[in-house]
């Protein structure tokens, strides 16, 4: 075991990290530049709306397994809500069509021979085009890979790219996108039913794990923003805070699980992906209507999911870079007439909020793809950890909570 580890940054690498140290009884300490911990992945109280949401709304699968691992160390996973099976509803807002995809358990799809379970107007040819992304060069686009038009694309594969790696599938890389369809579509339906927090983010991510550090006496300090880091012997041997220094002994360690353009400033000459997509959330505050499904996914619109709680109903659209100069009231209102359609309800507008993330996550291109750093630098006691680094996956919860599993099996023996 290391001497004192610590952790910059709360966000979801980091607890997962300090998580994994602490459970095995490692000394840990946790830096948090912010006053609350969950970076992205964070719930507060919203004064507009007089109730607690999130700031955006993040899916899970049943794929993902570290995150599932994450909630059951904390305690956490009867917060999670969905569908005993991988069902997804979707609404086409152009023909007022509904449907819901099916995908069955087994790895052998034969869901897509049932026109009652596959995506309306796609034929079970139409799915071998995923398979093409299994062997997709990195250099490559999933535009340049496979079709982008027709019923599967325009109706599924396009909504699911979007979403998965925030990016346009025109400029996504081809490797990521098919990462996705490896550990989900291609695993079959059991890897593929959706979950939501249902009290929300910071109830089930992120108290919960506060609570697990607390509870093995591993403190996360917030409000301590780490200014920079001092180097002798190719290691660390300082942590510079401002009004605080740090001065680490020969066991100590360092995990790194800030934002890439916090990391960049703190280790110059570290390539980190540069360009970021931004990703806008609405939340409405009124009662869902009885029956509605708990996600459902919109074609033909301005949103793409629609997340069904108790009390609201929460939009997330993805690669949203051109609707952030347009006004909050003017979207709130295009939003809600949609959001009404799906849901069945009066034109009115309830109370609401628009989230809007500039730099939710790095674009998800070839280039930017390939400047994501291994977890390992040239430091013995330093690592790094976030979705960012090269977990394999887009920017998402579960690479996210890989990334700090990582870290912590690298300082820690794991």
Same mark, same amino acid.
């Given at each position: 075991?290391?001497?004192?580890?610590h952790?910059?940054?709360?966000?979801?690498?980091?607890?997962?990290?300090?998580?994994r140290?602490?459970?095995?009884?490692?000394?840990?300490?946790?830096?948090?530049?912010?006053?609350?911990?969950?970076?992205r992945?964070?719930?507060?109280?919203?004064?507009?709306?007089?109730?607690?949401?999130?700031?955006?709304?993040?899916?899970? $699968?049943?794929?993902?397994?570290?995150?599932?691992?994450?909630?059951?160390?904390?305690?956490?996973?009867?917060?999670?809500?969905?569908?005993?099976?991988?069902?997804?509803?979707?609404?086409?807002?152009?023909?007022?069509?509904?449907?819901?995809?099916?995908?069955?358990?087994?790895?052998?799809?034969?869901?897509?021979?049932?026109?009652?379970?596959?995506?309306?107007?796609?034929?079970?040819?139409?799915? $071998?085009?995923?398979?093409?992304?299994?062997?997709?060069?990195?250099?490559?686009? !999933?535009?340049?890979?496979?079709?982008?038009?027709?019923? $599967?694309?325009?109706?599924?594969?396009?909504?699911?790219w979007?979403?998965?790696?925030?990016?346009?599938?025109?400029?996504?890389?081809?490797?990521?996108?098919?990462? !996705?369809?490896?550990?989900?579509?291609?695993?079959?339906?059991k890897?593929?039913?959706?979950?939501?927090?249902?009290?929300?983010?910071?109830?089930?991510?992120?108290?919960?794990?506060?609570?697990?550090?607390?509870?093995?006496?591993? +403190?996360?300090?917030?409000?301590?923003?780490?200014?920079a880091?001092?180097?002798?012997?190719?290691?660390?041997?300082?942590?510079?805070?401002?009004?605080?220094?740090?001065?680490?002994?020969?066991?100590?360690?360092?995990?790194?699980?800030?934002?890439?353009?916090?990391?960049?400033?703190l280790?110059p000459?570290?390539?980190?992906?540069?360009?970021?997509?931004?990703?806008?959330?609405?939340?409405?505050?009124?009662?869902?209507?009885?029956?509605?499904?708990?996600?459902?996914?919109?074609?033909?619109?301005?949103?793409?999911?629609?997340?069904?709680?108790?009390?609201? $109903?929460? =939009?997330?659209?993805?690669?949203?870079?051109?609707?952030?100069?347009?006004?909050?009231?003017?979207?709130?209102?295009?939003?809600?007439?949609?959001?009404?359609?799906?849901?069945?309800?009066?034109?009115?507008?309830?109370?609401?909020?628009? =989230?809007?993330?500039?730099?939710?996550?790095?674009?998800?291109?070839?280039?930017?793809?390939?400047?994501?750093?291994?977890?390992?630098?040239?430091?013995?006691?330093?690592?790094?950890?976030?979705?960012?680094?090269?977990?394999?996956? +887009?920017?998402? !919860?579960?690479?996210? !909570?890989?990334?700090?599993?990582?870290?912590?099996d690298?300082?820690?023996?794991?």
């Amino acid at each position: 075991m290391p001497g004192t580890v610590h952790v910059v940054g709360a966000g979801l690498a980091g607890l997962a990290a300090a998580l994994r140290l602490a459970g095995r009884g490692a000394d840990v300490v946790v830096h948090e530049a912010a006053g609350q911990a969950g970076g992205r992945c964070r719930s507060y109280h919203d004064p507009a709306l007089d109730m607690v949401i999130d700031n955006g709304n993040h899916l899970l $699968l049943s794929a993902n397994h570290a995150a599932l691992a994450y909630l059951e160390t904390i305690g956490a996973t009867g917060g999670l809500a969905g569908p005993p099976s991988a069902d997804f509803a979707f609404m086409d807002l152009a023909s007022g069509e509904r449907w819901t995809l099916r995908i069955n358990d087994g790895r052998l799809p034969w869901w897509i021979f049932d026109g009652r379970r596959r995506v309306p107007g796609t034929r079970p040819r139409d799915y $071998l085009a995923f398979a093409r992304l299994l062997r997709a060069s990195p250099q490559k686009t !999933i535009c340049q890979t496979v079709k982008c038009s027709g019923a $599967l694309y325009e109706r599924l594969a396009g909504p699911l790219w979007i979403a998965a790696l925030n990016t346009d599938p025109k400029e996504a890389s081809a490797l990521l996108a098919g990462a !996705i369809i490896r550990e989900t579509l291609g695993a079959g339906g059991k890897a593929c039913r959706p979950l939501i927090a249902r009290d929300g983010l910071g109830a089930v991510f992120i108290e919960p794990a506060l609570r697990f550090l607390g509870e093995r006496r591993a +403190p996360v300090r917030f409000g301590h923003r780490l200014r920079a880091l001092a180097f002798a012997e190719a290691r660390v041997d300082a942590l510079d805070f401002g009004e605080d220094k740090v001065v680490l002994d020969r066991d100590d360690a360092v995990i790194l699980a800030v934002p890439p353009v916090v990391a960049v400033d703190l280790l110059p000459g570290l390539t980190v992906p540069s360009e970021f997509r931004a990703i806008v959330n609405a939340h409405f505050r009124v009662a869902a209507p009885s029956g509605l499904a708990p996600i459902i996914g919109v074609v033909n619109g301005t949103i793409e999911w629609l997340f069904t709680f108790a009390d609201r $109903l929460s =939009v997330t659209i993805s690669a949203a870079d051109r609707l952030l100069d347009t006004a909050r009231e003017t979207l709130a209102q295009q939003i809600w007439d949609e959001v009404a359609t799906v849901a069945g309800l009066p034109k009115a507008m309830p109370p609401w909020q628009i =989230v809007r993330e500039r730099r939710a996550t790095f674009a998800a291109t070839p280039a930017e793809n390939a400047k994501r750093p291994g977890a390992q630098t040239s430091w013995r006691n330093l690592v790094l950890a976030g979705d960012w680094t090269q977990t394999g996956l +887009p920017a998402t !919860i579960e690479g996210a !909570i890989r990334s700090g599993n990582r870290a912590a099996d690298l300082v820690g023996g794991g």
